[in-house]
Nanobody, 115 residues
Framework: QVQLVESGGGLVQPGGSLRLSCAASGIFFKLYDMGWYRQAPGKQRELVATITSGGSTNYVDSVKGRFTISRDNTKNTVSLQMNSLKPEDTAVYYC?????????WGKGTLVTVSS
């Protein structure tokens, strides 16, 4: 049974930082490309950042220079360090694991950026 469990969301002031983590089980983690997506109220889910099985990273333009994705294949975790947070970063953040036709999602963790 595949599980992706996100943690680390919460309320933070503009300019603050949060670190999201996703713990994966039930998959051969090191073979999967991992990603973080987000969905703001009334908007479609969008890609935030991805990291391939080989460690290559990609970011949406709006978070470049502020967010960093990383993975630990020994712990089966992927993390998203979010700095200089803005109100427009407010969303539910979802962890994603993808390999060929296999595509798995976590249930999400809410990040609210507000003063």
């Amino acid at each position: 049974q595949v599980q992706l469990v996100e943690s680390g969301g919460g309320l933070v002031q503009p300019g603050g930082s949060l670190r999201l983590s996703c713990a994966a089980s039930g998959i051969f983690f090191k073979l999967y490309d991992m990603g973080w997506y987000r969905q703001a109220p009334g908007k479609q889910r969008e890609l935030v950042a991805t990291i391939t099985s080989g460690g290559s990273t990609n970011y949406v333009d709006s978070v470049k220079g502020r967010f960093t994705i990383s993975r630990d294949n020994t712990k089966n975790t992927v993390s998203l360090q979010m700095n200089s947070l803005k109100p427009e970063d407010t969303a539910v953040y979802y962890c994603n694991a993808k390999r060929t036709v296999m595509n798995y999602w976590g249930k999400g963790t809410l990040v609210t950026v507000s003063s």
